[in-house]
């Protein structure tokens, strides 16, 4: 009996091989974010059609603090996969920001990109914030030590030549956040994310209305940072909120999808292909990925293709699609 065990595990084990990859048998592990925005989300469509195509629980999510966290767990081998915003992407690779310490880091491989995100800055009514130099003297929260979003806030409000000494500065987490903006502790908050987003939905059930602030008046920004874009924000996402416009001028980046050098091709090429070959279904997972197109999904990179994935996109032919300008920053 005990031989019989023996030989179904050997058994089980060469066949995990084979499917994922010689020398991988540990789950993937997929670093998103905290619960409350849309990277766990889209770390769990990721999940779900991974799992569901290789008929194993082969793919987990984990729950982090974000892009710099993420980035920081891929570098020493804590998860495989990881959702960052292309600037924090762009800085680990070229080390700088956080990372101007550690140096570069070259070991990071892209996957592909997928939907962009927004640098949203939601005001209560009553404070009377209509543009970025208006958050002077106010009550703003700009994200937590080492988010993406506290970054964004910070880059653009210095482009907008926002005297930051002279704002009531805080450092919450989203979660908390939102409820002291709700509870009038807040006068305005940055959340950088995809629309649409339950956190701004909520917003503006605050006393006396919310509305989402444009961001206008930083063309120099695109200038120095090349990985953000403008972009508008649909406010038909957002009914209920008091902007007049149906679209407000912002600022975009893309969400990126990395890993490492160490994670084998046959891995990368497997997930790569599941999620291109099941499109649809992966587009139907959430709304934020509803609109993604095949071919703007090689946009907003820094870290040269894996192998794995590099092999899908000219076997599929989609590698002659992509626009090698667009595609990667770092070249």
């Not at 543009?131 to 964004?152: F, P, T």
């Not at 007049?244 to 001028?249: A, G, I």
Request: hydrophobic share 40%.
């Amino acid at each position: 009996m005990t031989k019989i065990l023996l030989l179904i595990g050997l058994l089980v084990s060469l066949f995990a091989c084979a499917n994922y990859g010689i020398g991988f048998n540990e789950t993937l592990k997929i670093g998103t974010a905290s619960f409350s925005g849309a990277y766990y989300p889209t770390g769990g469509a990721l999940a779900k059609i991974i799992n569901e195509h290789t008929n194993e629980d082969f793919s987990k999510v984990v729950s982090t603090g974000g892009s710099a966290d993420n980035i920081n767990r891929l570098i020493r081998g804590k998860i495989h996969l990881a959702l960052v915003q292309a600037d924090r992407h762009y800085e680990a690779w070229y080390g700088q920001g956080e990372w101007t310490e550690l140096g570069p880091q070259k070991k990071l491989r892209s996957l592909f990109s997928l939907y962009p995100q927004t640098i949203n800055l939601v005001a209560t009514r009553v404070s009377g914030i209509s543009s970025l130099k208006d958050l002077e003297g106010r009550r703003v929260n700009i994200g937590s030590k080492g988010s993406g979003e506290r970054a964004n806030a910070v880059d653009v409000m210095k482009a907008a030549n926002v005297d930051l000494k002279k704002v009531k500065v805080s450092e919450y987490p989203i979660s908390l956040a939102s409820r002291y903006f709700l509870e009038g502790k807040l006068d305005a908050f940055f959340y950088t994310i995809g629309h649409p987003s339950l956190v701004i939905s909520e917003a503006s059930n605050v006393q006396g209305g919310a509305f989402i602030v444009p961001i206008q008046g930083v063309d120099s920004f695109f200038v120095k940072y090349p990985y953000y874009q403008s972009t508008l924000v649909p406010m038909n996402r957002y009914a209920s909120m008091v902007n007049s416009k149906e679209r407000v001028e912002s600022i975009g980046i893309q969400t990126t999808l990395l890993t490492t050098e160490d994670v084998p091709e046959g891995i990368i090429y497997k997930v790569v292909k599941h999620i291109f070959e099941n499109f649809d279904e992966f587009k139907s997972q959430h709304a934020v990925l509803k609109d993604l197109s095949k071919r703007e999904m090689l946009q907003g990179l820094t870290a040269p293709l894996h192998p794995g994935a590099e092999r899908y996109f000219r076997e599929s032919g989609l590698l002659d699609e992509f626009d090698p300008v667009k595609r990667i920053f770092g070249k």
